[in-house]
């Protein structure tokens, strides 16, 4: 991969983490049975293999490697409480 090339896919991953064009999924790992936390931005990935709505990435914590569905286990977003409703009621 050229020089420009990684530039250019590094730009987009920061400035997609910088908006909200990324989500974080609550993953749980099925060797350890633990669950961890990952950030990711659809069609990018830097540490794990894309299949899809699944990444094939290693466990922070046991470090084994597995296949996890990012898509279904995404954080939904929570409603800001101070939003004022198109009523005009909070």
Known sequence: MSATALGAVLLVYAAAIRTKHHYASVLTCPLCKR???????????????????SRYLRCPLCHGWSTYNVWDTRKKDEPDLGQVSPSGTR
């Open 35 to 53: 669950t961890f936390e990952y950030d990711w931005v659809p069609l990018v990935s830097f540490t794990s293999v894309r299949l899809g709505h």
